[in-house]
């Protein structure tokens, strides 16, 4: 949709915006246009405090312990496959799904193993060894498994990320597994293991150990040869809190996928490896013409979230712990705290219309107005805002912190 001019016939033309509705009074007095609403654009920043410095963080690590469920050992049985909302009743983002096949030796040396899923991220193991992983909202998952003669393990972990939260009866809908199958493919042959005993773990040794706990005894951390690119690994820092009172993130760039704590509490899962489809941005927006899908694409490439607020409940005066779960593989290297900051708000305006502006609180000045117009502002100065009665405008005002 692009911009029109309306004939009003008696009352002339009336000019609508691309891509906006408008509310006439009598046919022609515009009351309401969704295209010109004032609204304010607040910039925020990421940086290190301006009295602080860098922070080296110094970092300790330890396995997930998984040898239990490798074996094939698990809290319950059952001759089905479950659903995992149902097997983990909300205790925790993952379940193991373990079963046991006997090679006679005669055939079923070099299989595909194949896994009809309807979770978020899958990890197959046999015989202790991963032979692959997948993510995606049901997929089926197929991957070549060596087998030995005698008893082989098979294990599977299940990992939800998000539940369906629309549709026809989205709470009727199944995560992990659930009744598969799960079948071994040799020459053509195909071994449903649907209805075998099947073991299952609800949950990680390390949540039920409460690793995430900065007091827990359960977790021996190591010094030294930190392991990069691990899966199934923790790792634990110390940390001073950024000073200020501006709000407090970290930065998990590097890391993999997994599950953030800070002096033990939860900051939510975190997957800086999901990224952007790399392809469609190219710095201009305009909605004006036929709508697609792709139109006015940004962060291409980019992960979907890569800091994480830290609350400053959390945060102690001194000493702080952070606690990180790496499912994937990944670098703590590069983690680091930062504040975020407001340095610039903009805002729009149209004739016979107020703009006003707010620091959004905190300790802020104005540094300098500028204004790009097509009309002829007047601003009225005050602290921490400007108002101004306006023709169309934009006002954009720099902001700097308070001494």
């Not at 799904?97 to 595909?112: A, D, E, F, I, L």
């Not at 990180?324 to 680091?336: D, Q, R, T, W």
Request: glycine share 10%; proline share 4%; aromatic share 10%.
């Amino acid at each position: 949709m692009d911009d029109v001019n309306v004939d009003l016939q008696q009352d002339g033309n009336y000019s609508v915006p691309a891509w906006s509705v408008s509310i006439l009074q009598d046919c022609n007095q515009e009351i309401y246009n969704t295209a010109k609403v004032n609204v304010q654009t607040s910039l925020i920043v990421k940086k290190l405090q301006e009295n602080d410095t860098p922070q080296k963080l110094s970092w300790e690590w330890a396995r997930e312990p998984t040898k239990a469920a490798l074996l094939g050992r698990g809290g319950f049985k059952a001759t089905q496959l479950l659903e995992q909302k149902a097997a983990t009743n909300d205790q925790s983002d993952y379940l193991w799904y373990m079963t046991r096949v006997v090679n006679n030796g005669t055939s079923m040396k070099n299989v595909t193993l194949r896994v009809k899923y309807s979770g978020q991220f899958l990890h197959a193991f046999v015989n202790g060894k991963e032979i692959g992983s997948q993510h995606d909202y049901s997929f089926t998952f197929e991957k070549p498994a060596l087998l030995k003669p005698g008893r082989n393990i098979i294990s599977l972990l299940s990992a939800t990320v998000g539940l369906q939260n629309y549709g026809e009866f989205f709470d009727e809908g199944t995560e992990g597994i659930a009744g598969g199958p799960v079948e071994l493919i040799d020459n053509g042959n195909t071994t449903d293991l649907s209805s075998n005993e099947w073991s299952y773990k609800v949950g990680l040794i390390g949540e039920g150990r409460r690793f995430y706990n900065p007091h827990s005894s359960h977790a021996k951390w190591v010094s030294g040869n930190l392991p990069v690119g691990s899966a199934m690994t923790w790792y634990k820092t110390t940390f001073q809190a950024p000073s200020g009172i501006e709000p407090v993130v970290v930065d998990l760039q590097g890391m993999g996928k997994g599950h953030a704590w800070v002096n033990g509490n939860s900051l939510g899962r975190f997957w800086p490896t999901l990224t952007a489809d790399p392809n469609g941005c190219d710095g201009k927006c305009d909605y004006r013409g036929q709508y697609k899908e792709n139109k006015c694409l940004s962060n291409c490439g980019n992960p979907t979230q890569r800091w994480y607020h830290v609350p400053r409940s959390f945060l102690n005066n001194g000493s702080n712990t952070l606690i990180l779960f790496e499912e994937i593989g990944g670098n703590p290297s590069n983690v680091s705290f930062q504040i975020t900051a407001t340095e610039t708000i903009c805002g729009n305006a149209y004739e016979g219309t107020t703009l006003e502006l707010s620091c959004n609180g905190g300790r802020r000045t104005i540094s300098d107005v500028q204004f790009a117009s097509f009309g002829d502002p007047q601003a009225a100065p005050a602290a921490h805002s400007r108002k101004a009665a306006l023709r169309p405008v934009v006002a954009c005002l720099q902001l700097k912190r308070r001494a």
